[in-house]
């Protein structure tokens, strides 16, 4: 069974920091993409970074590129978000998704296949 569980979420003040974790069980080597998303209610999720778990190459949305780093420790089988430089609009609900498919299409929320139950992110001004 898998399961993805996110941790690490709060309140912070713009300008601040927070490294998301999310902790997978049943995620084995076939599983070749994690993803991030965020989602704040009444939009669509969005997707924030995607992370190829054989080479580690990450993918970015471009209003997080420079300030947020995906990560994956597979020893420890978790994937992590660092967030630096953090702003108002970063407030969200944050998931970990994963697929056995690629990171191809990676900002479409249909093509992950397993997600976690989310960790609040509050960024104030």
């Known amino acids: 069974k898998v399961q993805l569980v996110e941790s690490g979420g709060g309140s912070v003040q713009a300008g601040g920091s927070l490294r998301l974790s999310c902790a997978t069980s049943g995620v084995t080597r076939s599983f070749h993409c994690m993803a991030w998303f965020r989602q704040v209610p009444g939009k669509e999720r969005e997707g924030v970074a995607a992370i190829w778990t054989t080479s580690g190459t990450t993918l970015y949305v471009d209003s997080v590129k420079g300030r947020f780093t995906a990560s994956r420790d597979n020893a420890e089988n978790t994937l992590y978000l660092q967030m630096n430089t953090l702003k108002p609009e970063d407030t969200a609900m944050y998931y970990c998704?994963?697929?056995?498919?690629?990171?191809?299409?990676?900002?479409?929320?249909?093509?992950?296949?397993?997600w976690g139950q989310g960790t609040q992110v509050t960024v104030s001004s």
């Open positions: 998704a994963t697929t056995a498919d690629g990171c191809y299409n990676w900002k479409t929320p249909a093509h992950w296949t397993y």
